[in-house]
């Protein structure tokens, strides 16, 4: 029977955390996404055993999701904008280590300490590496409260098929958003022990290092190499979107996360005065739809990047279309969302000449 | 003794002691533990970091606790801990071990997980990290080698560097009232109710060494009883950015930074020996 339930949608994101059999959380509270945190200090431990620890910090919370992490559980955390900024220097040890793990980022409006209310400001950070070195996390964009509980249980599915750190970018909306949602079963807790997990070196076994040091440079060139061929085969493998009447589309809305569902809206007013626009979302961000987006290009009249940010994603399409047809953006910055009407008025004004 | 004699001797001494007849267990009186690996130490001569890592292979030797204990190697001079040490380790970032090792151990709280860690990474970068981890009462082990110098780096001041000890960023002696007072992390973490064991050591004589070790022994030991974290300091030396000779900076040890950092137990758990 299915399961339904009105939920914020960093409840449901907490809820799918304790279904995915997580075995432990490690967080700091940060307004758009403390509820994740609380949710999970009520439920999880009670129900499943799973370790629930408020950090004294980010810098401390994403350092014992390393550390847990290098035993082959399944960890994750979660914050917002601020304090995954706190944390770009253990996620780009996470990734160099190539631990599996999940990390949430309820985008919140800024530089600086900025706003609380929703924003897509962190693109360019989660998507383009964030701290230092070259590294990639897998980057899914959920747009609705049910996949912000359906990419949990795919988010930890993806880091341990390739050893990743998943993140989850969503915004303060969608955290704070209610929403029906189809909750999945209970899943076990992990009970298999990775063979590269530092657990206690037996005595058959060589022991296990999880370090991201290597001081010969032909050695860390290796590790680069080895993980940009993974890399290649995430975006060969990984690739996801959601197309809205694109077949026939003279005009092409690019969009992600919240603001797709908003550039559906502003697709239906136009297609009302006889405009026919399609929506590209991109669901993950990292591997991007380039391709895609590429063969869509070839069958319109140009395309509007509309993103809560000052065109960030754009860099993106624009490397996609390659010059085909013109790429325009709109965004609205600091927390402000904007409305289906004057996504319509620039896709108007920018692309269609005032045609609709 | 003429040579033919001493032929004769030399064959006679052969046949009572074989050499498979002198190296059998009962002779041993010292060996390499199995948890130390091959490789040798990188490093400098007279260090005290290679007695200390010695003393930690010895305890989980001797505690037959090699399946079931990880490390957390700090970012300084000992970064390499997890070469040396042949058991399953992690390298943490600057200052983080604490909070690396309080990951492993909520999600293996049956294992044995410990951090080894030199005093940038515990008491300057790290510090939140060490303290709450303290606060929170892990039941894990913190090993803090106390040089007063950053010996990766080439010899800046530390956050325990002596005051008017001189340093490349301190060359003219550290200055109390610009540059602060040298931390005493130890004395702090003892004040904290999470702490269940806490001790200063030194490795520069062989009694410390004994002495150390003993600690070593019970810190780990304590870890089964779940009472909270353990703190064994080992205010150490580092000849190479002290610019002495190994002899020399064990003498510089013993009148200088020991006065200011005295060694002995600051909390002992009420538990009886047996
Ligand atoms: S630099 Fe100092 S602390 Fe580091 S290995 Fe050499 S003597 Fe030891």
Redesign the pocket.
């Known amino acids: 029977m299915k399961e339904l339930r009105l939920m914020k949608g960093n409840e449901a994101l907490a809820e799918a955390a304790i279904r995915s059999g997580c075995d432990a959380y490690f967080g700091y509270p940060i307004t758009p996404q403390s509820e994740v945190l609380e949710y999970l200090s009520k439920e999880a431990n009670v129900r499943t055993g799973m370790v629930i620890l408020q950090a004294e910090s980010e810098v401390a919370s994403i350092n014992m999701v390393y550390g847990a992490a290098g035993t082959g559980k399944r960890i994750m955390t979660s914050s917002s904008s601020p304090g995954i900024s706190l944390m770009q220097e253990g996620i780009s040890y996470i990734a160099c280590a190539e631990l599996p793990c999940l990390l949430v980022n309820v985008n919140r409006g800024g530089p600086g300490l900025g706003t609380i209310q929703p924003s897509q400001g962190d693109y360019f950070q989660s998507v383009k590496g964030g701290g230092h070195g070259d590294y990639k996390l897998i980057v899914l964009a959920p747009s609705t409260v049910q996949e912000m509980s359906d990419f949990v249980k795919l988010s930890f599915e993806l880091a341990f098929k390739y050893n990743n750190p998943v993140m989850i970018l969503t915004d303060g909306a969608l955290g704070q958003m209610m929403e029906k949602v189809e909750l999945f079963e209970q899943q076990e807790r992990k009970t298999n022990i990775e063979p590269w997990a530092t657990v206690g070196k037996p005595k058959d076994r060589e022991r296990n290092i999880i370090t991201s040091l290597h001081i010969q440079p032909d050695k860390m060139e290796e590790i680069n190499l080895k993980l940009q061929a993974k890399y290649r085969e995430i975006e060969k493998n990984e690739i996801r979107f959601e197309e809205t009447n694109c077949e026939d589309a003279e005009y092409l809305i690019v969009a992600y996360g919240l603001v797709a569902r908003i550039c559906v809206k502003a697709a239906q007013l136009a297609a009302d005065k006889g405009l026919k626009v399609g929506v590209l979302r991109p669901i993950s961000l990292f591997p991007f739809p380039y391709e895609k987006i590429n063969e869509l290009a070839g069958k319109v009249n140009g395309i509007l990047d509309v993103e809560m940010n000052a065109g960030q994603m754009v860099e993106d399409v624009r490397l996609a279309v390659n010059g085909k047809v013109p790429v325009e953006f709109y965004g609205r910055m600091g927390g402000v969302v904007p409305t289906p009407e004057e996504i319509l008025e620039n896709l108007e004004k920018k692309l269609a000449g005032g045609k609709a | 003794m003429n040579e033919k004699r001493m032929i004769e001797e030399d064959q006679h001494f052969e046949d009572v002691i074989a050499e498979e007849s002198i190296c059998i267990q009962e002779n041993i009186v010292y060996e390499k533990p199995d948890t130390l690996t091959d490789t040798p130490f990188?490093?400098?001569p007279?260090?005290?970091?290679g007695v200390a890592h010695r003393l930690i292979a010895e305890v989980i030797s001797e505690l037959n606790i090699q399946e079931e204990t990880i490390g957390v190697a700090p970012v300084g001079?000992a970064v390499f801990a997890y070469n040396y040490l042949n058991i399953d380790m992690t390298e943490a970032a600057h200052g983080r071990a604490s909070a690396v090792a309080t990951g492993i151990k909520r999600v293996l709280p049956e294992k044995y997980v410990f951090t080894y860690q030199?005093d940038g990474d515990l008491a300057a970068i790290g510090t939140a990290e060490t303290l709450h981890t303290c606060n929170r009462g892990e039941n894990v082990l913190i090993i803090f080698i106390n040089?007063a110098?950053y010996?990766?780096t080439g010899g800046q001041m530390a956050p325990t560097t002596l005051p008017n000890m001189k340093s490349t960023t301190s060359p003219f002696g550290r200055d109390i009232a610009t540059m602060g007072h040298p931390l005493k992390m130890t004395d702090l973490v003892a004040q904290l109710p999470g702490t269940y064991y806490v001790t200063r050591q030194a490795v520069h004589k062989p009694g410390n060494v004994r002495k150390a070790k003993k600690a070593i022994m019970n810190g780990f030991k304590y870890q089964k009883e779940n009472k909270g974290t353990c703190f064994i300091e080992i205010v150490?030396?580092?000849?190479?950015?002290w610019k002495m000779t190994p002899r020399e900076s064990n003498k510089w040890l013993e009148e200088n930074m020991i006065p200011y950092y005295p060694l002995g137990d600051l909390k002992i758990p009420n538990v009886k020996e047996n």
């Open positions: 990188h490093y400098c007279g260090c005290g970091h001079c030199g040089n110098t010996g990766m150490s030396n580092c000849p190479s950015n």
